[in-house]
């Protein structure tokens, strides 16, 4: 059915229509966007429960069989990633129109049409079938990037937007010599058909593949932010304007979204590389959620212990996927649903305190009294339990089951002490924060500057998504145990892509 097409048409549309009607006034381009991203979301849990049970669909553009033509492939994993790409660019839209003077979509040029081309790149790349067509969703949702980490200027900006921008261009060209090296070798860049190849090579040319594999672990690597790769993260997402930081909260998920599907289908044979990619992926796992720990207790700021969260939360998941288990798997992804929501949540509350604090800002320093300390007191609160992992709000079931997933004596030494030290740092980095923003005032009068009210209602909505995944945790749980099973199960993927056991043309 013709209804897979629309999180890429949908999005396109509106960010070509954008893009040319630039001089609608501001409240009609909001309008578009709203009803643009509102679509995506309708759309998106449509597509959700057509994946609920366990079949694949797969639409072929064109009309073209594959491995010929291109095709878009929906599974359990890819419509669960589209339902939280829609749900968040929803909220991130709604708090760019909140503000006093200058609202965030007003600072900059095309800021609406951006935030369409963005979501054209991500729905794209969960949804494509095909390595070369990943690699161009990845191009356009990174050029998307590139002009929103540098709407509103300034100087901060600009230089995190320098570094972001030639890292990821040097992880574009090893992408592009990696998708050579396969081509080359298989003379396909259908994903499906690729694992069929790779798995009937000779020995003699599994070095090759060995090395393009690895090439891609680095790209991937460098957009889920994995240690030693994470370097651009921290200033970058610092600097961005709060609903962009928010919204690139699911940027580094996208890269872990690639690792799943690159290494869990089109590896996943008898070459051995799967083995050794996991083998690989586990220290760097390990190690960056603990330096993401530190760099959290050194943060001066709001944004920037976001930032460190953010690189916290890309250590946890890569660790649980390198177990390369289903009970592994299935955490993982109840963990990430959790942690994109929370990370969001932390930026928009530090535009929050920004606005509400307009000496200190959101900086960890005393400021005067404020009348609404005790609803942000409330909201910040409710926030650090959830993210840190304290009963019983979404993060503790995630880490529960993430630990109580571990199968390995490596996983018993190495992760519980890591991921334990780490969320009890943490919990010090938020509450250290949370006092130094909330609770110390300084001797100068009290401000009557209130919070805003609209963007306060939309954190106190977002966060009651945490106390949703709580209470439906076990249905979602369910949820994620069957896509990790079907993630697992990479034979169906390739049967329902090659063999034409699905045709949604039709």
């Given at each position: 059915m013709h209804l897979m097409i629309l999180p890429i048409l949908i999005p396109l549309f509106f960010g070509a229509l954008l893009t040319v009607l630039h001089a609608l006034n501001i409240k009609d381009q909001r309008g578009l966007s709203l009803l643009a991203a509102s679509a995506q979301v309708v759309v998106a849990i449509v597509l959700l429960n057509l994946a609920m049970d366990g079949n694949y669909s797969v639409y072929q553009l064109g009309n073209w069989q594959a491995p010929f033509g291109i095709v878009l492939v929906l599974d359990q994993l890819s419509a669960l990633m589209l339902v939280m790409i829609s749900t968040l660019s929803v909220f991130c839209i709604a708090y760019a129109t909140t503000g006093r003077k200058k609202t965030h979509d007003q600072a900059g040029a095309h800021f609406h049409a951006l935030i369409q081309f963005q979501l054209l790149g991500l729905n794209g790349a969960v949804l494509t079938g095909d390595m070369f067509n990943l690699f161009v969703f990845f191009e356009i949702l990174l050029i998307a990037s590139y002009a929103l980490l540098l709407h509103g200027g300034g100087r901060a900006r600009s230089r995190a937007g320098l570094r972001y921008v030639i890292i990821n261009l040097v992880g574009s060209a090893l992408f592009l010599i990696a998708l050579g090296v396969l081509y080359g070798i298989t003379?396909?860049?259908?994903?499906?058909?690729?694992?069929?190849?790779?798995?009937?090579?000779?020995?003699?040319?599994?070095?090759?593949?060995?090395?393009?594999?690895?090439?891609?672990?680095?790209?991937?690597?460098?957009?889920?932010?994995?240690?030693?790769?994470?370097?651009?993260?921290?200033?970058?997402?610092?600097?961005?304007?709060?609903?962009?930081?928010?919204?690139?909260?699911?940027?580094?998920?996208?890269?872990?979204?690639?690792?799943?599907?690159?290494?869990?289908?089109?590896?996943?044979n008898d070459t051995?590389?799967?083995?050794?990619?996991?083998?690989?992926?586990?220290?760097?796992?390990?190690?960056?959620?603990?330096?993401?720990a530190v760099g959290a207790l050194g943060a001066w700021s709001l944004r920037g212990l976001t930032a460190w969260m953010v690189i916290v939360s890309v250590g946890t998941l890569l660790a649980s996927v390198a177990q390369h288990s289903q009970p592994s798997l299935a955490a993982a992804l109840f963990y990430l649903l959790h942690t994109t929501l929370l990370t969001a949540v932390f930026f928009l509350l530090a535009d929050i305190f920004h606005h509400y604090r307009p000496g200190p800002r959101d900086y960890f320093v005393t400021g005067p009294r404020s009348q609404d300390r005790i609803l942000l007191g409330g909201l910040y609160f409710m926030a650090a339990v959830a993210f840190a992992g304290l009963p019983p709000l979404s993060g503790f079931i995630s880490k529960f089951w993430i630990l109580q997933s571990t199968s390995s004596p490596w996983a018993y030494a190495l992760f519980w002490p890591i991921l334990l030290v780490s969320s009890l740092i943490i919990i010090i980095a938020l509450s250290r924060g949370g006092s130094a923003l909330l609770w110390r005032q300084n001797k100068q009068p009290a401000t009557t500057v209130r919070a805003p009210l609209l963007a306060t209602g939309i954190v106190m909505t977002m966060?009651?998504?945490?106390?949703?995944?709580?209470v439906f945790a076990q249905p979602i749980m369910m949820f994620t145990q069957s896509t990790a099973a079907q993630i697992l199960a990479p034979e169906r993927y390739i049967e329902a892509v090659l063999g034409g056991l699905t045709d949604a043309n039709n």
């Open positions: 003379g396909t860049l259908n994903m499906a058909d690729m694992a069929l190849r790779i798995n009937a090579l000779p020995a003699s040319e599994l070095p090759f593949i060995h090395a393009a594999g690895a090439l891609l672990l680095i790209v991937f690597g460098i957009k889920a932010a994995m240690l030693p790769l994470l370097f651009w993260l921290p200033r970058a997402y610092a600097a961005a304007a709060a609903p962009i930081a928010a919204l690139f909260a699911i940027m580094t998920k996208i890269g872990i979204y690639a690792i799943i599907r690159v290494f869990y289908l089109v590896f996943q051995g590389l799967n083995e050794q990619i996991f083998q690989w992926l586990w220290p760097l796992a390990l190690a960056t959620l603990a330096f993401g966060l009651l998504g945490s106390i949703l995944l709580s």
